[in-house]
Structures are given as structure tokens and as C-alpha cells.
């Protein structure tokens, strides 16, 4: 048995199977799907390597080495809480495409998404992994369109800047291959860390290459921009992450720490001063999900566990925070109906449930207290320092978090005023179906559950953190 | 050689300022397909003759979806009502480019770990080509068609830092599925009653 090829190529197995034989997307096949992610995790928590997989007492060898093209791809240890990660996360997204209507290729570019982050996280070296990242941009942008929303401008923006950023990341890696250790002239280190900021930055939204954002905020189906959003940040996060914990030098120099705690802020202050101007709702939240990067930036910019583990539970509240605000904005706002704030008087009461839901991700993604990303935010606000001045607070950063904080709190406010006015005429009618309201319900209680007693999950995400030992020292 | 490498720079010269100038997109079409032999001329002086004769032919491949693409659409493949001023103005923007690149050709070599003047130049040239089409249309086949002079350039003075199969076969997926994406993009945007396609 080959360790990689089950998470490589079973995947676009699966993806095929459930295009050509699912043509219909039906709940079976969703629940169907997120079994197979289930599965996948509990593989890669499972799986042997080095010795035999005893499975119903017959020994099974395992390789953890697939060779393809005169490359391999190898499954070392300790990307198995990343897998894990990236595993749960697809699962949790599948499962909330049942309450969207969505076309039938969702289920298999997910899939084939979730391959090439593995292909990402498995290829050496893994500075190839650039080409698995845009590869999975081009599948999700499939997503960015249909019938209904066909206007490509956003997709076609979004393609472009991914583009330039896989070629700075290639020539970075084609540079940085060259040092194993801190080189003794800083000037050679120069070029290489603008590439690798052009590239991040380009992947990653960071102002001025975010005009993609708001176009596919304005243009495509929510719940595809929530999974782009999430699933897609998540990858590119875990790559840099990988970047910083290969190579010595690059985790030693104190201009990365200071480029992220500088790009961390930019975010916070560019997302949450634009979400604050926005007339239209789904461009409002675009914009604070870039604010919400910010903060994540902004935990990494703390060096050592703390920094990576914040990150890491910042990731995934994000990812969750994304996931209902795709399945209640996908109410709020039917196909081709407007999200102009004009337009959205008296939605709370034809949408209750909904607009619940909506409001507590959005504010939960500004990290207001009471709500499940609150304590993450809390702990970057207390530990965030300047790289340079040995651990003292440093304030930018964190009146960058607390205007991020208010301008979103503001940004949401301007919006929900509207939706709480009486309409003029009452539209009485069933929200969803019983599914539909089942999963808001479920999450708006996690909302302040977890947000409450934080220990619940915090710890387990953090574990993810072990999947780079250079960062994280055991 | 020197026959070889002198074809190669005279197709993309032509190639590019032809895909530039012109709105039409057989004119386009047929310039880039020029292009991309350029591109395989130049690139034997650092790679084996099947990795050029890959790189023609995923160009060309390229060319034949877009090709396919367009006469879905039923539009006329010479269509091009602009008047003088536009293509004169790309026309312009062509020679600013070739002269922009003598000026700062010195200081590109260090990108690639220094690859030969013959590689590099033809490199700068069809990157900023892309660059300069990328920023004048908006139109998502256009946009390919810019990506993909772009991508050229860069896989062009890549191939001297990296030649591994998995490597070019992944540089040649990320040009056939940029276009592939873009295409199908492309078709959900086009009025009905203009689209033979049935996605």
C-alpha cells in the first residue's frame, strides 16, 4: 500500500465517481462525500509508516513514498495533523453545501482541491508546492461562476494575481534552494524575501492585489466565496508556514516576523476602513474577512508556539465563521436578488434565523467578546510585539486589532439597522428546510459555546501546530 | 544555431506585436501560434529538442481550445470595427516595451540565476508583452492569451534553473488549465442566442 497515492489520486477517483455517477447532487452523495474526508483523516491519524497496517490481521506494508515523473512525494509524519486538518475542514464544508443549492461540480472540485493541497504538502522539495496552490485556484474559480452569477470579472482577476504569484514564488524557491544557512551577506537575502512577499501577498488578497476580492464577493455564489475564503487561505497559510520551518535562515531572520506583523496590521486597518464604506453586503464581509487575515498575520508575527498555534486556532474559527456566513448569506440573498443595503429593509424578520446566523459569523470574524473568536484574538491583542524591541507591546498592531474590532462592529451595524426596520409587507414563509435551520441553529449556539468555554476545541487545532517541529521545538 | 536563434527572436518580435496590435482574433490567434515557435526555436539553445517541441506543442494546443472556443461563439473570427488611433496606441506600447527592456535588460539576469543574453532577452520581452496586454483588456479570453505570452517568457529563462519532467509537465498543465478555466468562464457570460456551447 502507498501512503501518498490513497490522499493523491483515491480523491480524483471519488471526484470522478461522484460527477459521472451523481449527475443529480443529491444529500447521499454530500453525506457520501464528507464519509470519504472522514475517512481520509482517520487514515492519516492511522496509517503506519515504517511498518506493517494491520488491518482484520493481515499485514499490509506501507511506502511512504510515491515516485512521479522523477519526483517523489512523500508522506513524512508530521504532516499528518495538517492532513488531518485540511480532512475536517473539507468534511465540515461539504456538509454545509447541503444547505445550498449549488451546481454539481462542487462535490468534485472540493475533492480534487483537497488532493492538491495534499500534493502541496506531500512534493520534494516542496517548493514546487506553488504549482499544486494555483492549480487549486483555477478548480475553485470554476466555482466562482454559474448560470446565474455569470459575470468572470472577479475569477478572471483572481486567476491573474495567483499567477503572478506562483512565478515570485518559484523564482523565491529557485533562490532560497541555494542557502541551507543564513548567508553572511544580507544582500542576497534581500531579493528573495521580496519575492516571497510579492508571492504570499499576491496569493493571500494583501492590498493593493485584494481587487479580486471584492468582484467575487459581488459576483458568485456565497458559499463558493466562503470556500475560497477558507479552504484556499488555509492552503497558502500552511505552505508559508512550511516555508518558515524549512529553511533556518528564513525563521531566524528577524524581516520576516517584522514583515508580518507590518502586513498584519495593513490588513486590519486597509479590510476594516473598507468594510466601513461598503453599500453592499457581501463586499462588507470580503472586506473583513481580510481584516480577520490581518489578525492571523498578525499571531504569526509572534515567534515561537504561541504565534504558530494562534494562528492555526485563528485559521480554523475563520473557516467555520466563513462556512455559516455562506450558508446564510445564501438565504439572505437569493440568486440575482441585490445585497445593496437599500435593499435589504426588513430581511430579519422574513429571514430570522438567517440573519442571526449571518450577523454573529460576521461579528464572530471581527472578534467581538462573548463569541467564538473573541479568546483567540484576545491572546494575539496580550502577546503581539515588535521583532525588534526583545518582546516589549508593540501599539500599532494592537490599536490596528481594536479599530479592526470597531470599524467591523460598525460595518455590520450599518447593515443589520436596515434588515431589523419593519418591512412593509411581511413575507411569511417556512426559512429553509428542516436541514437548513437545524445546521444555523447548531452553529449559532457554537458561536457562544465555544466562544464561552474556548478549551473545547482551541487545543485540539493547535495540535496542527506539531506539523512543524522547526517552529513548534517538542 | 545562429539561424535557429535569429528565426526565434524574428517570430516573437513579429508574433507579439501582431497579438498587441490587433483585435482580430485570427490575426491574434495565428501571432501567437508564430510566437510560440519562436519560443521552441529559442529554447533549444539551453533545452533538448523534445522539451522545445513540448513547449510548441502545448502553445499550439493552446491556440486550438481558444480557436474552438471562439467559433462557439458565432462571432466573426475578423471582426475588428476599431479605428486607427487604438491599434497605433498598442502599436506604441510594443515599442516601449522592446526599448524599456534595453535600458533595464542588465539587472534581470539575476531573477533567473543569470541565464544567456539569448534566453533572457526574448524573456523580458514576452513578459512585459503579457504584462501590457493583461493591462489593456478585461475580456477573460484575452486575458489567457496575455497569461500564457507571460507564462512563455517565465518558462522560457526557467528552464535554466529547472528541467525536471514533473516540473514542465506541471508548467504545461497551469498554461492548458488557465485557459481551459477561462474559456468555460468565458462561455457562462455569453448571451444565449450567441453560444453554441452546452455546458
Redesign the interface.
Given at each position: 500500500m502507498n501512503a501518498p497515492a490513497i490522499f493523491l489520486i483515491t480523491p480524483g477517483l471519488v471526484a470522478f465517481a461522484a460527477y459521472v455517477f451523481f449527475p443529480r447532487r443529491s444529500r447521499l452523495t454530500i453525506f457520501l462525500a464528507v464519509l470519504y474526508s472522514l475517512f481520509l483523516a482517520f487514515t492519516a491519524s492511522a496509517i503506519p509508516l515504517g511498518a506493517p497496517w494491520i488491518i482484520l490481521g493481515h499485514p499490509l506494508p506501507v511506502s511512504n513514498t510515491l515516485s512521479?515523473?522523477?519526483?517523489s512525494f512523500t508522506f513524512n509524519p508530521e504532516v499528518r495533523p495538517i492532513i488531518m486538518f485540511l480532512c475536517l475542514g473539507t468534511a465540515a464544508l461539504l456538509a454545509g453545501s447541503m444547505a445550498v443549492t449549488s451546481n454539481r461540480i462542487l462535490i468534485p472540485v472540493l475533492l480534487l482541491v483537497l488532493s492538491l493541497l495534499f500534493a502541496s504538502l506531500f512534493i520534494q522539495p516542496f517548493l514546487?508546492a506553488s504549482?499544486f496552490l494555483?492549480?487549486s485556484v483555477?478548480?475553485l474559480?470554476?466555482l466562482?461562476?454559474?448560470?446565474s452569477?455569470?459575470?468572470?470579472?472577479g475569477?478572471?482577476r483572481w486567476?491573474?494575481y495567483s499567477?503572478f504569484g506562483?512565478?515570485f514564488l518559484?523564482?523565491a524557491g529557485?533562490?532560497i534552494s541555494l542557502y541551507s544557512n543564513l548567508p553572511a551577506d544580507p544582500a542576497k537575502l534581500e531579493?528573495i524575501l521580496i519575492q516571497l512577499c510579492l508571492g504570499f501577498g499576491l496569493l493571500l488578497a494583501f492590498p493593493p492585489f485584494h481587487f479580486w476580492l471584492p468582484e467575487v464577493s459581488d459576483d458568485s455564489p456565497p458559499y463558493s466565496v466562503s470556500l475560497v475564503l477558507s479552504l484556499y487561505v488555509g492552503g497558502v497559510i500552511f505552505i508559508l508556514l512550511r516555508f518558515l520551518d524549512g529553511f533556518s535562515w528564513l525563521r531566524q531572520s528577524s524581516s520576516v516576523y517584522l514583515v508580518f506583523l507590518l502586513a498584519g496590521s495593513g490588513m486590519c486597518v486597509i479590510g476594516s476602513s473598507l468594510s466601513l464604506v461598503q453599500s453592499r453586503l457581501g463586499r462588507c464581509v470580503g472586506y473583513l474577512s481580510l481584516s480577520n487575515l490581518g489578525v492571523v498575520f498578525l499571531s504569526l508575527s509572534i515567534a515561537g508556539p504561541i504565534g504558530v498555534k494562534g494562528g492555526l486556532v485563528l485559521l480554523a474559527l475563520r473557516g467555520l465563521s466563513l462556512l455559516v456566513w455562506g450558508v446564510s448569506f445564501h438565504t439572505l440573498r437569493p440568486k440575482q436578488a441585490s445585497d445593496h443595503i437599500a435593499d435589504l429593509r426588513g430581511r430579519a424578520f422574513s429571514n430570522p434565523v438567517a440573519f442571526s446566523a449571518a450577523l454573529l459569523s460576521g461579528l464572530s470574524l471581527v472578534g467581538v467578546p462573548g463569541l467564538f473568536s473573541f479568546p483567540a484574538f484576545w491572546a494575539v491583542l496580550r502577546s503581539v510585539s515588535d521583532p525588534g524591541s526583545s518582546g516589549s507591546p508593540a501599539v500599532f498592531p494592537q490599536l490596528a486589532i481594536l479599530f479592526s474590532m470597531v470599524a467591523g462592529i460598525i460595518a455590520l451595524y450599518r447593515f443589520a439597522r436596515p434588515m431589523m426596520q419593519v418591512p412593509l409587507a411581511i413575507s411569511i414563509s417556512r426559512e429553509g428546510g428542516r436541514l437548513f435551520r437545524a445546521l444555523l441553529l447548531v452553529s449559532i449556539i457554537s458561536f457562544f459555546l465555544l466562544g464561552i468555554f474556548p478549551q473545547i476545541l482551541a487545543p485540539w487545532v493547535s495540535r496542527a501546530a506539531s506539523a512543524f517541529p522547526n517552529l513548534i521545538p517538542q | 544555431m545562429f539561424w535557429i536563434i535569429l528565426a526565434g527572436y524574428l517570430l516573437i518580435l513579429i508574433g507579439a506585436l501582431i497579438f498587441t496590435v490587433t483585435r482580430s482574433w485570427i490575426y491574434a490567434l495565428t501571432a501567437f501560434s508564430l510566437q510560440t515557435l519562436g519560443v521552441g526555436l529559442l529554447a533549444l539553445q539551453i533545452a533538448p529538442v523534445p522539451v522545445a517541441a513540448a513547449k510548441c506543442i502545448v502553445g499550439w494546443l493552446a491556440v486550438t481550445i481558444l480557436a474552438i472556443t471562439i467559433s462557439h461563439e458565432k462571432k466573426d473570427f475578423l471582426r475588428d470595427t476599431e479605428g486607427l488611433i487604438a491599434p497605433l496606441f498598442r502599436m506604441a506600447l510594443w515599442i516601449l516595451v522592446f526599448s524599456s527592456l534595453v535600458v533595464l535588460f542588465p539587472g534581470l539576469g539575476g531573477f533567473f540565476q543569470n541565464p544567456p543574453t539569448g534566453i533572457l532577452l526574448p524573456t523580458g520581452f514576452l513578459l512585459g508583452i503579457g504584462l501590457i496586454n493583461l493591462g489593456i483588456s478585461e475580456h477573460p479570453l484575452r486575458v489567457s492569451l496575455s497569461l500564457l505570452s507571460l507564462l512563455q517568457g517565465f518558462e522560457l529563462s526557467y528552464l535554466w534553473v529547472e528541467q525536471s519532467l514533473l516540473v514542465l509537465a506541471l508548467l504545461a498543465v497551469m498554461d492548458l488549465s488557465i485557459l481551459v478555466v477561462l474559456s468555460i468562464l468565458h462561455s457562462y457570460n455569453i448571451p444565449v442566442e450567441n453560444s453554441g456551447i452546452n455546458l
Open positions: 512521479f515523473l522523477g519526483r514546487y504549482f494555483f492549480l483555477v478548480l474559480s470554476l466562482l461562476s454559474d448560470a452569477h455569470p459575470s468572470p470579472r475569477a478572471v486567476i491573474s499567477v506562483t512565478l518559484l523564482l529557485s533562490g531579493p | -
